[in-house]
């Protein structure tokens, strides 16, 4: 979506009776005005504005380059001319005519490889070189060569099979992105944008013919399209997703972190519309984060803008159902961005990214799946830049949550936030109240524990006091022992044989 969504964001709606995120959908537009749909990596242009604003700037930059080499040229020409004035005067354009043509022969190949290379796979020439074709194929790069995955064979048997049913012209369509396929293969080294510029000049190009074959039937040719763009990306995934030379992976653990830094933010905060505690509400969420989720694992842009899309229809079901009528556009963007907080989804900006690159342009521009998509940069957008003010926030709470120093509790929610059953989060009403039971369940226990240190200390001081009282009693009484006395005859009864009974100190002792 444009990169004037960070203006957008800024305008948030700041009428009293509705604090929620509010953005015009005029400005997820082209900002030319050409009515298809704007993205972030096109600098708020659609797929065909952004096209030709690449191409003219590439035809500048090289016009550039052209004048600057002449005008190089020109001062190594008179630094010869000069050095050269004692001895044998040459005129200078034919001093460095050979180096110059050379230059100029560059240049010229430079400005027409594009071209070039996309025709050749259009050309009648490629159907009248079959050994050439056939010798360059035995030597495919070792990404090509390597074994396919089980994913990929079957697509390639499902796109065989559908080319059988277009006969002639299907049999010249595979043998085309057999060839682009392994043209790709040698160009690994190029940038990003270079790689989009290929892949969607092939696109244009095949879509060109088709409709001349189908006599401008678009459904077809759309049909169509969409087979050869599964075939050729599914081969080509590995090599242009997230490539090297892209910081794609940078920006990917950068959005990660920070959505795990606003792990506090409820939703009360963004406004969202949804009433989890109804099972229809909560089973729809459930699936929109499945899906948010489930699009790294798939492979053609096609199929990742699908994802995309179910998510975005089970976001407006659960609007739809808490609110009991259409859900707007105001509704649905901050619940999306709600969403992607709770999913995180993996390597997000390399999708985005390769959905931008690799995508058949028309879907992105038009249609259900490009203002999705363009809601899914602008949430991105959204989260990227979300602060105090966005969220109804003082900027030292926003600070203390980021930083996890505090979190947001249940008592400041009920006196900022209105008490709607609509916008209550059953999840986050547990999860306060689990805190509250382990904040108190930490208190009892350091109760227990200072109370078992007491007892243990009482005990202590018992056990000593009753020492000291028995040595206490042992010195005053000491024991006596007599030794027992001699019987003086032997007709004494069995009571003078007892023992003689205890005194009082023996007793005592």
Known sequence: VAL?????????????????????????????????????AWQGLCS???REEYQRARQKQIQEDW????KLQREEEEAAYASNQGTQPTPPNQSALAPFSKFEEKKTNEKTRKVTTVKKFFSPSSRTTPKKESHE??????SISRQSSIETDRVSRDFVDFLKSLQKLGREIHKQCRVFIESMASKKDLSADELSEYVQDFYQNMSDRLLTHFKGSSERVECVMDQVEKYIMTRLYKSVFCPET???EKKDLATQNRIRALHWVTIQMLCVPLDEDIPEVSDSVVKAITDVIEMDSKRVPRDKLACITSCSKHIFNAIRVTKREPASADDFLPTLIYIVLKANPPRLQSNIQYITRFCNPSRLMTGEDGYYFTNLCCAVAFIEKLDAQSLNLSPEDFEHYMSGLASPSRVEEKSTWPQSSSLVSPGLTQMYHNLELLTGLG??????????????????????????????????YPLEV????LPIDSENTENDRLPPPLTPQVFAG
């Open 246 to 248: 892209t910081d794609d």
């Open 482 to 485: 007599r030794p027992p006395a």
């Open 137 to 142: 194929s035995k030597t495919p790069s070792p």
């Open 4 to 40: 004037c969504f960070g203006e957008a964001a800024s305008r948030m709606s700041q009428r009293s009776e509705r604090r929620g995120i509010h953005v015009d959908q005029s400005e997820l537009l082209c900002k030319k005005g050409c009515g298809y749909y704007g993205n972030a």
């Open 443 to 476: 208190e009892r226990q350091q109760q227990v524990l200072d109370g078992a240190r007491g007892l243990q200390a009482e005990m202590e001081e018992w056990q000593e006091s009753v020492k000291q009282q028995v040595h206490g009693i042992v010195e005053r």
């Open 67 to 70: 004048a600057l080499a002449e």
């Open 48 to 50: 065909k504005c952004w």
